[in-house]
């Protein structure tokens, strides 16, 4: 299945884009697609635990995905 | 109770009039500014960005539950997005309420959740002509 990796702020900065899309089998996770992410060049900025966010609803790494799912990789933030 | 992620200047005293009413004895208004330093650097305007349809939810979730845990309706929080100036309000928060206790606590309560939670950044620009992310060295705040 295909799942579109939303980033943003730093996060897109470190890895020069602001989204991307990966191929994972079904029944994978949050934590899958991040690992595959972790793959590109500029990942090892990102944090060991960074937020995640599925459908626009902070989710934890072992959240399953499905196929269409938008996962964000969300940056500490910074509002106010 | 409205909520909002705008572009524009926010009109703080028009916030403060929507709620405003007759049965409210106290109105609260808080207005978070562009801070000229900050860690000891010497800033020159923030540029915002969201993840805008997620902000946008979470702010109107923090809303609703403020507005149930205080019982009032009349709470209206705008954030603006985009380069802001030295002074410029980032966010305006305005609470009314029949007493002044939970229009004050609703206010605080809503603007520590939404710098928890809400996911927008700052980049900060500083007069040296660098710019940086605000808290992207920090660890995962939830």
């Keep these: ?45 990102l944090p060991t635990a960074p ?17 269409g799912d938008k996962l964000a990789v969300i940056p500490p933030v910074a509002g106010g | ?14 916030l403060l009039a929507e709620v ?3 049965a409210n004895g106290a109105a609260v208004l ?12 010497a800033v020159t305007g923030i540029e915002y960005t969201a993840y805008e349809s997620m902000a946008a939810r979470e702010l109107d979730a923090i809303v609703r539950d403020a507005a149930a845990a205080h019982d009032t309706d009349d709470i209206v929080v ?18 009314g309420h029949a007493r002044r206790a939970p229009a004050y606590e609703a206010s605080r309560w809503i603007i520590e959740e939404l710098k928890r939670r809400v ?13 940086e992310w605000v808290n992207a060295g920090t660890g995962a705040p939830r």
């Design chain 2, 1 to 14: 109770m409205r909520t909002a992620l705008v572009r524009h200047a926010i009109d703080s005293a028009s």
């Design chain 1, 51 to 67: 937020l995640l966010a599925v459908n626009e609803q902070y989710a934890r790494p072992a959240q399953p995905l499905s196929p």
């Design chain 2, 78 to 95: 705008e954030h603006r997005l985009g380069t802001l100036d030295l002074t410029d309000a980032s966010v305006v928060i305005a609470v």
């Design chain 1, 1 to 45: 299945m295909d799942v579109t990796v939303l980033l943003f702020a730093s996060y897109a900065d470190a890895l020069g884009c602001s989204s991307t899309t990966v191929r994972l089998p079904a029944g994978a996770t949050a934590g899958d697609a991040l690992s595959l992410i972790r793959g590109m060049p500029g990942a090892e900025r």
């Design chain 2, 30 to 41: 808080f207005v978070g500014t562009v801070r000229e330093m900050n860690d000891g650097r």
């Design chain 2, 20 to 22: 405003t009413r007759p």
């Design chain 2, 119 to 131: 996911p927008i950044w700052k980049l900060e620009h500083y007069t040296d002509g660098t710019r």
